[in-house]
């Protein structure tokens, strides 16, 4: 096939409806303006859906989630995200400026390898009986580190007064911590962003309660 | 100056170019940037490879992650990384932290050699290859995690390791050539080379893992890795210098 006949194909993304994850990269897909297919991975039916051969054929680490498009599989939220932007510009999801652009995959970072991957569903299950202090801990230790750095950063949104990678990565973020009943009072500038970004379509469509995949008892 | 299995030898790495006059211009900062790290930190040792790589000068200051508690955790230190990891940079009159970030960065900046390839999804390979084990692995080994998993930290830091390479091992089979995708040295290349060293640290069956094993073998041999190995920094302990 060619690339441009690829190009053609929707993108499909296996995701799970409260994955933070997956909702990072719905997103990204929502700001950009681009249609794709869900096909949902359930995560906790049938021992977990990501274990199965055929899932683990498009995603070797076995999570969700992970992205066909222009005839690649891809995995890892900010891989698909990034090459989302690179290949669709606009609306642009990263600075110009490189020293800007520095901050918003700082903050970025600190979500996707120093907060969610210590309180996914994985980790959690491994921990066993005190999986919400241990969430709560790793959820509380980041958002104190990006209280002060987004005081810095944010205007209207994380870095400055455009959208970014970094509020793709909030949002989804302060969703897990509320689950785990953090406590958002410590996090002025957190929630005031969360509440800000949480009212913009893209934010509200791919919201978890609104998914294909969403149990009934979940729907908003 | 660098030891090496008892060899001293200088690593002769491309000088970053003045201006004709010798005065900096505003594009090239006087200051050399100044590395917030520790000898054995992975994450510290990805931004030595990337300096070294570009032929870049830096100044290292040294956090010790585990003498009086731990250094990160000073409130001085806070005040340069709230988040009170390892590494932390400043550079061009800013401060960054989060290794990919700084990587990143510094790829932005200083173009030369290149550390990501030009074609997307070959970039987006290697930024799979530096997620699976940036956010995949290490967070889950890292000390402040294992300090808390307590008793059974090395069963559980092998498990994530293993885990992780197991991913690896099959998508290195679709992505390498020489390096980790293709022929050229990436920040995914510059990703695995820390990675394998915390494996062997803790016992890690290297064994199942062919594929990471060879680019391993190969990356090492180059001297913007050499140079930068734990074995031979200005924090390294006498006990585990070359």
């Known amino acids: 096939m060619s690339a441009s006949a690829a190009r ?13 994850c997956s909702w990072r990269v719905r997103i990204a897909f929502a700001l950009k303006g681009i249609e794709y297919e869900q096909k949902p991975v359930n995560l906790i039916k049938d021992g977990g859906q990501q274990l199965t051969d055929q899932f683990k054929a498009i995603n070797p680490m076995q999570q ?3 992205v066909t498009i222009d005839g690649i599989t891809l995995s890892q939220s900010l891989a698909i995200i990034q090459y989302i932007e690179e290949t669709r510009p606009e609306p642009r999801l990263l600075p110009a400026d490189p020293k800007q652009r520095g901050q918003v995959r700082i903050i970025c970072d600190i979500i996707a390898s120093g907060i969610q991957p210590l309180q996914n569903l994985y ?5 066993g009986a005190e999986k919400v202090q241990w969430a709560q801990h790793f959820i509380n230790r980041g958002f104190e580190a990006l209280e002060p750095i987004l005081k810095q950063t944010a205007g209207k949104y994380c870095v400055g007064d455009e959208i970014s990678m970094a509020d793709i990565c909030l949002v989804p973020q302060v969703y897990n911590a509320e689950r785990f009943k953090v406590d958002m009072s410590q996090f002025p500038t957190i929630r005031r962003l969360n509440q800000t970004l949480t009212e913009i379509d893209a934010f509200k469509v791919s919201h978890p309660s609104c998914q294909p995949d969403t149990p009934d008892d979940l729907q908003a």
Do not use: D, N, T
């Open 123 to 127: 980790v959690l299950q491994k921990i």
């Open 64 to 66: 969700v989630p992970a």
């Open 8 to 20: 053609l194909i929707k993108p499909v993304l296996y995701g799970y409806f409260r994955s933070s």
